[in-house]
């Protein structure tokens, strides 16, 4: 049980947004996500750049990674991973869904246990709000915009690639001075 706990709840935060929206006040747009998304060339290993803070990742101390792989029902199986202080690896083993069509860019992602997924709070929102056109570098977050995460095909990427998504990112009304970088060593 104690591989699953930094990721366990987080469907659950997603889905109930307990703090509510980051965008500044006036600024609440709506969450726009990429218009079509390719749920094969999605799959693979994408290292964590950087995330808002959340309670549930707050044991991790870097070297976190999500690796997503197709399985024969359709969804998609998630194992995420991250380097405790101790220099111990913590996993969690999930479960993801589209939601809407075959090239919908909305999942909801479950770390409960299965028996649990008839329960709607169980799943969480992971929207792909921002993913360049070769797959190497992506935002997500949920409607509420209180969590979001930038993740990539590699641990380091380009400063100027950064940057340009933290434009697009504020220009979503998203708050880029709460974003963490994730340590890589």
Not at 6 to 27: E, I, R, V, W, Y
Not at 109 to 129: E, K, Q, T
Not at 140 to 166: F, Q
Request: net charge neutral; proline share 6%; charged share 20%.
């Amino acid at each position: 049980m104690k591989n699953i706990s930094f990721f366990l709840l987080s469907s659950l935060c997603s889905l109930t947004a307990l703090a509510g929206d980051s965008a500044p006040a006036g600024n609440r747009q709506p969450l726009h996500t990429i218009p079509v998304l390719d749920v094969p060339r999605y799959m693979g290993t994408w290292y964590e750049i950087a995330k808002y803070p959340n309670w549930f990742q707050k044991k991790c101390a870097g070297w976190t990674r999500a690796e997503y792989s197709l399985q024969r029902d359709g969804t998609v199986q998630v194992i995420n991973r991250c380097r405790l202080e101790n220099g111990e690896i913590q996993s969690a083993l999930g479960t993801a869904r589209q939601a809407g069509p075959a090239t919908s860019p909305k999942l909801e992602v479950r770390f409960a246990p299965a028996w649990l997924s008839f329960l709607p709070f169980v799943w969480g929102d992971y929207w792909i709000i921002d993913l360049d056109e070769h797959y190497q570098l992506v935002a997500v977050s949920e409607p509420e915009k209180e969590y979001l995460w930038i993740l990539a095909r590699t641990p380091v990427i380009a400063a100027d690639d950064y940057r340009n998504l933290l434009t697009r990112l504020s220009h979503q009304g998203f708050d880029i001075r709460r974003l963490e970088v994730t340590r890589q060593d």
